[in-house]
Each structure stands twice: as structure tokens, then as C-alpha cells.
Nanobody, 125 residues
Framework: QVHLVESGGGLVQAGGSLRLSCLAS????????MGWYRQAPGKQRELVAI???????NYADSVKGRFTISRDNAKNTVYLQMNNLKPEETAVYYC???????????????????WGQGTQVTVSS
């Protein structure tokens, strides 16, 4: 199994920056995709950014040009650099990891979803 520990959330003024980190711990797994989702009060959870094993990335349109996702494969860690934050981006941010068994590879292997506990990001106006 994979356990995710997030850090870096907090309170920031509009226009400020935060860097979120997520460490994946455990044994016997191989990580495919890593990403970040967020859920604002009264809203559905939405994808913010995701980075795949080959390095390709996808971003929500609303964060393109301001947020950057990156990963350190040796440390099993994913980061989200958030610049020029807006008050409407106040939300709980969740780390996501898609992983498979270490001894399994190829199309026949199932990828399991893992979620962090969430870290609060509050952007004041």
C-alpha cells in the first residue's frame, strides 16, 4: 500500500505563492501518475494538475501559466508550485498517486488510486 503525506498549505494573500509537497511512502509499489486535486467549499473536487511517468503534464485551464507541477522520482515526491494565487482558489488540496505492484508491469497490471489527507490553502483578499 501507499501512504501519502502532504505539506505546504497555509494562509496567503492574493497574489502570493505557496509550494505544496507530497511524499509517497510504503513498499512494493511503482508510481505511475502523481497529481493534485482541490475541493472548495460547496464545490466538486477538480483536477488541478497531473504529471505522468514519462514527464508529460496536464493542467486545469484556470491555473495554466501560474502553477507548475514537478516530481522527484528518487524521493517519490510530487510538488505543486502555486504563484499569483487568487481568493477563489481557497480549497483543500489533495495529493493523488496512481501506483501498481512493483513486480508487475505492462498493460496487464492494474493501477490503484491513492489519496492524501488534504492540506488547506486559504487565499485572502
Amino acid at each position: 500500500q501507499v501512504h501519502l503525506v502532504e505539506s505546504g498549505g497555509g494562509l496567503v494573500q492574493a497574489g502570493g505563492s505557496l509550494r505544496l509537497s507530497c511524499l509517497a511512502s510504503g513498499s512494493g509499489f511503482s508510481i505511475n501518475a502523481m497529481g493534485w486535486y482541490r475541493q472548495a467549499p460547496g464545490k466538486q473536487r477538480e483536477l488541478v494538475a497531473i504529471i505522468h511517468s514519462g514527464g508529460s503534464t496536464n493542467y486545469a485551464d484556470s491555473v495554466k501559466g501560474r502553477f507548475t507541477i514537478s516530481r522527484d522520482n528518487a524521493k517519490n515526491t510530487v510538488y505543486l508550485q502555486m504563484n499569483n494565487l487568487k481568493p477563489e482558489e481557497t480549497a483543500v488540496y489533495y495529493c493523488y498517486v496512481g501506483a501498481r505492484d512493483y513486480h508487475c508491469s505492462g498493460y496487464g497490471c492494474s493501477v490503484h488510486d491513492y489519496w492524501g489527507q488534504g492540506t488547506q490553502v486559504t487565499v485572502s483578499s
